[in-house]
């Protein structure tokens, strides 16, 4: 079984401030992780996805994430928030074999402080 | 690409009537998914096909849902005696299948329904 966990459902930062949000995955097999975001009244769109190579993931909008093993930890990071970055975002775990549905957290809203 | 694509946008109906979703994935993706997503929470898993096979199905799906996909193209989702506990957006996703796994969900913008 696998499960994802996303401490905080509702994350503020200020224009131009570090964006942190966390993910903690539990998987009984070597996973697949990823981020989506998702855009009010919008479909999920991928932001960047770990499969098992480099365990620092770069993805799109400035956005990355680091693969840490030891701490069950996925976190989503950028550098300097942007007003465009208010959105919902949600972390999910596949496993890597069979079907790889994706088993989602419950988001986390990003809202940017002007 | 024109990326998956999902219709309706949004039904209203009332308890008790029949409802149905289409999904059409990006053209030569073998693999399609559906999940159901409340407010407030991420989506969950509800069914998955490669081509016309329909693989897998959650204990969320209950004996009123029902997902085809005939010809390994688009796919259809229909809901009987509507709840009201069926209220959600429903996300349809697709995938190539690759060489190698891991590959990316696409999905699309979803079907909202209502159920009063």
């Known amino acids: 079984a696998q499960s994802v966990t996303q401490l905080g459902s509702h994350v503020s930062v200020s224009e131009g401030a570090l964006v942190l949000l966390r993910c903690n995955y539990s998987s009984s097999v070597p996973p697949y992780l990823f981020w989506y975001v998702q855009y009010p009244n919008q479909g999920l769109q991928l932001l960047l996805k770990y499969t098992s190579a480099a365990t620092l993931v770069k993805g799109i909008n400035g956005f990355e994430a680091e693969f840490k093993k030891s701490e069950t930890s996925f976190h989503l990071t950028k550098p300097s928030a942007h007003m465009s970055d208010a959105a919902e975002y949600f972390c999910?775990?596949?496993?890597?074999?069979?079907?790889?549905?994706?088993?989602f957290g419950t988001g986390t809203r990003l809202t940017i402080i002007p | 690409d024109t990326g998956v694509s999902q219709d309706p946008r949004h039904k209203i109906t009332k308890r008790g009537q029949n409802v149905t979703f289409r999904c059409d994935p990006i053209?030569?993706?073998?693999?399609l998914y559906w999940y159901r997503q409340t407010l407030g929470q991420g989506p969950e898993f509800l069914t998955y096909f490669q081509n016309e096979a329909q693989l897998e199905k959650s204990r969320l799906l209950s004996d009123r849902f029902s997902a085809e996909r005939p010809k390994g193209s688009f796919s259809t989702l229909e809901i009987q005696r509507t709840e009201q506990g069926d209220s959600a957006m429903y996300l349809c996703?697709?995938?190539?299948?690759?060489?190698?796994?891991?590959?990316?969900?696409?999905f699309g913008p979803g079907t909202r329904l209502t159920v009063l």
């Open positions: 996703a697709s995938s190539p299948r690759g060489v190698t796994t891991g590959d990316t969900q696409y």
């Open positions: 999910a775990v596949s496993e890597n074999f069979g079907n790889e549905k994706l088993t």
């Open positions: 053209s030569e993706h073998n693999r």
